[in-house]
């Protein structure tokens, strides 16, 4: 059975860092473009950050560029965000995605072809 399982949300002040980890199973996460997503309550589900699937390419949203890195480890069958300088407005439900496919300048969730179940992420003093 295909599954995406998020780890490593929490609660942190701002200012501080999460790293999120999504683990695939059921499927090689090397033949994905993959994704991050986030949900605030009463808020569309919005793209974060996507990686392809073979160069490495990425996409940040603006209000995260600079500060959030998206990386890939194919051996691990394993995606990774890593969330600096926080702020309360990145409080949200952070989901990964396998992806059909990447774009360079846009992530949908109309893309996504399996979703994981999300880590809730609090940033707050």
């Known amino acids: 059975q295909v599954q995406l399982v998020e780890s490593g949300g929490g609660l942190v002040q701002p200012g501080g860092s999460l790293r999120l980890s999504c683990a695939a199973s059921g499927f090689t996460l090397d033949y994905y473009p993959m994704a991050w997503f986030r949900q605030a309550p009463g808020n569309e589900r919005e793209g974060v950050s996507s990686i392809s699937s073979s160069d490495g390419s990425t996409y940040y949203a603006d209000s995260v560029k600079g500060r959030f890195t998206i990386s890939r480890d194919n051996a691990k069958n394993t995606v990774y965000l890593q969330m600096n300088s926080l702020k309360p407005e990145d409080t949200a439900v952070y989901y990964c995605?396998?992806?059909?496919?990447?774009?360079?300048?846009?992530?949908?969730?109309?893309?996504?072809?399996?979703w994981g179940q999300g880590t809730q992420v609090t940033v707050s003093s």
């Open positions: 995605a396998a992806l059909r496919n990447y774009y360079s300048d846009y992530v949908g969730t109309n893309d996504a072809e399996y």
